[in-house]
């Protein structure tokens, strides 16, 4: 069974402060790895996908990286309307078309 | 841009009621799935379509049903709300073969 792990389940930030989400997975075989941002009573933002080990992907102060284990967000000088919920996923080679997600990481920037 | 809307955004409803949460998208998505989302259980999968007229059970499919009766329209039916089934729901699309889905707005559903 596909697993999503993330930390941590909560951060705090001071504007400008750069840190890192992590997204820690189990799948029998990876297809591709998805990033979401939620801000709260809305629907899931689609950020991006990564597919294979090695690979980046950057959106303004976002940058994606893929292992073989897991996923990180990178979020440098972060300012507050990057306040949301980061939502990591994961499609699974062996299965259908769903995704499992992660429960998330509550993002605070503190102006 | 692709544009997933549900029909509504807040739902009040009676236990033992029948409820309809309607789901459209105008991306031609061959995929569409059903998800409920509480707090600390993260998204969890409920039903999904990968075709007009046919569905696969997710991970929780107990106590729902779904309809898909053209492509671009996903229906998600509670037979007989329960307060257990107060949650928000999401319904999402995405391109067969590609599983960055696409999500609506969400639905918030008091049962009570």
């Known amino acids: 069974e596909d697993q999503v792990t993330q930390s941590p389940e909560a951060l705090r930030l001071q504007e400008g402060e750069s840190s890192s989400l992590n997204c820690s997975y189990t799948v029998s075989g990876l297809r591709g790895l998805f990033w979401y941002r939620q801000d709260p009573g809305k629907g899931p933002e689609f950020l991006f996908t990564?597919?294979?080990a090695g690979e980046e992907k950057e959106k303004e102060r976002l940058k994606a990286t893929l292992t073989k284990k897991e996923s990180f967000l990178h979020i440098t000088a972060p300012k507050p309307e990057d306040s949301a919920t980061y939502l990591c996923a994961v499609h699974d080679r062996g299965g259908n078309e769903k995704l499992t997600f992660g429960t998330g990481t509550r993002l605070t920037i503190i102006p | 841009d692709v544009k997933v809307t549900q029909s509504s955004r807040y739902l009040v409803k009676r236990t033992g009621e029948k409820v309809f949460l309607e789901c459209v998208q105008d991306m031609d998505h061959e995929n569409m799935f059903w998800y409920r989302q509480d707090p600390g259980l993260g998204l969890r999968l409920i039903y999904f379509s990968y075709d007009v007229k046919m569905k696969e059970k997710g991970d929780i499919p107990e106590g729902y049903s779904v309809s898909r009766e053209k492509k671009e329209r996903f229906s998600l039916i509670l037979e007989s709300a329960s307060t257990n089934q107060t949650s928000m729901y999401l319904c999402a699309s995405s391109f067969q073969g590609f599983a960055e889905a696409f999500f609506g707005q969400g639905t918030r559903l008091t049962v009570v």
């Open positions: 990564l597919y294979s």
